[in-house]
């Protein structure tokens, strides 16, 4: 099988090595999100293929979700060289900060098929007080 480069870049391009190692490879790391609001509060759904439960940690502090993995691609094997990694496996942090009417105390979290989803349910609304005064004398 023959190796195709769609698009040849000189070996020593300064241009190409910052794009590719300090910008590229940190936006690969980066797992995509989906935010959804129902009248019950929000999901967060981030796309970590290649991971599993172990792999992740949540962490909720004051009103910031951090969601972060320290998993790092795996090496190539002995005898293989790898000519292009594209496959996002490093480690990430996202942080998000949480609306005042979420109820951290009932937030939780389920993976499925390399997508973890984390629901947010809003507080309950105080009710108003309604409350007949009786009037004296």
């Known amino acids: 099988m023959a190796l195709l480069r769609l698009h040849p870049v000189p070996a020593k391009n300064p241009v190409y090595d910052f794009w590719n190692s300090a910008f590229h490879n940190t936006l690969l790391t980066q797992p995509m999100v989906n935010i959804l609001e129902s009248d019950d509060g929000f999901r967060i759904d981030l796309a970590a293929p290649g991971l599993s439960k172990p792999d992740i940690e949540l962490r909720i502090e004051k009103d910031l979700l951090t969601v972060s993995s320290a998993k790092k691609a795996a090496p190539a094997a002995d005898g293989i060289r790898v000519h ?24 939780s979290a389920t993976f499925t098929n390399g997508v973890l989803h984390i629901q947010l349910q809003r507080k309950a609304e105080p009710q108003p007080v309604v409350k007949t005064i009786l009037i004296e004398g």
């Open 84 to 107: 292009r990694r594209e496959f996002a496996c490093g480690p990430f942090e996202r942080v998000f900060r949480l609306p005042e009417n979420i109820d951290t105390e009932k937030v």
